[in-house]
């Protein structure tokens, strides 16, 4: 039997490598111009981060991807210290700086989450963040809360979007399509093989496994849950992008509405993702 590091090696490796087969089209499968829903989404999660974290800031970002977040960060006057399991999406993420304009504000490293306690910063970030199920990813939760613990200042926030146990929207959608397995799925504990779209009809697989708020909470023991809303609540997952485009007039009436609710207690743990902030004691 393998050693509790040598399984978190394993699925490190198995994850890279997934991730870093799709790096050269992820943009295309899940960006501006290949998703609608995915960029609906990017836009909220890129209001809530620039909400909480003042210009200035400087960030810890863990699972960059292509670098969307990070460039955008940075050209709205943040600094960011990027990280990305896969070194094939690092290197795009680091292209993508350089060539809008804002390499010299965005750092950018391959490194697993789980693995972020050998950075050594002269002070600490001001805060961090992981978008849409990075952290789902993860095998050592409990390392990358504690390491988060040193690496963010008191007071600091540490905002992810997790994919979370309920999505309201898929059970709705799968129970009436008569495909119950589906739309339950996501209930139980444990870890999944779930499908990440490349370009066309390619895809990969990587072990994720779907969170509580609760199992965050416990994971990051110097931080506090301040506040949880869902993303999306009422609008469809980017896997469903075809729908959302061919409904696209009756999901953007329906935004204001995603908006209001997303916070409130039942619906901010109800989303395809839930977005947690997390506050350094």
Not at 141 to 169: D, E, N, Y
Not at 224 to 239: C, D, F, I
Request: charged share 20%; glycine share 10%; net charge positive.
């Amino acid at each position: 039997m393998r050693s509790e590091p040598m399984r978190r090696s394993h699925q490190y490796a198995v994850t890279a490598m997934a991730f870093g087969e799709i790096a050269p089209d992820y943009d295309a499968a899940y960006g501006t111009e290949g998703n609608a829903m995915m960029t609906w989404m990017r836009g909220e999660s890129l209001a809530i981060l620039q909400a909480e974290f003042a210009p200035g800031s400087r960030l810890l970002e863990l699972g960059c991807g292509t670098g969307e977040e990070a460039v955008a960060l940075a050209q709205a006057s943040r600094e960011v210290l990027a990280t990305d399991i896969a070194p094939r999406m690092a290197a795009i993420a680091r292209a993508k700086a350089i060539r809008s304009g804002v390499g010299g504000h965005v750092q950018v490293v391959a490194l697993p989450a789980g693995y972020i306690d050998a950075l050594r910063p002269l002070r600490p970030f001001d805060g961090g963040y992981a978008s849409f199920g990075a952290l789902n990813c993860e095998p050592d939760l409990l390392a990358v809360g504690t390491a988060l613990g040193r690496l963010i200042r008191p007071g600091g926030a540490f905002v992810t979007s997790i994919m979370g146990r309920t999505c309201l929207f898929e059970v709705l959608w799968y129970t009436a399509h008569l495909r119950p397995r589906r739309a339950l799925r996501r209930l139980g504990g444990g870890w999944h093989i779930a499908p990440v779209a490349g370009e066309g009809s390619r895809e990969v697989s990587v072990p994720t496994r779907y969170l509580t708020i609760r199992q965050v909470a416990a994971a990051f023991p110097v931080f506090v849950v301040e506040r949880a809303l869902a993303l999306p609540l009422l609008l469809p997952p980017p896997y469903a992008d075809s729908l959302y485009r061919r409904h696209v007039n009756l999901f953007r009436r329906l935004a204001p509405c995603d908006r209001r609710l997303r916070g409130r207690w039942p619906w901010r743990q109800l989303g395809d993702h839930t977005v947690l902030v997390l506050r350094r004691l």
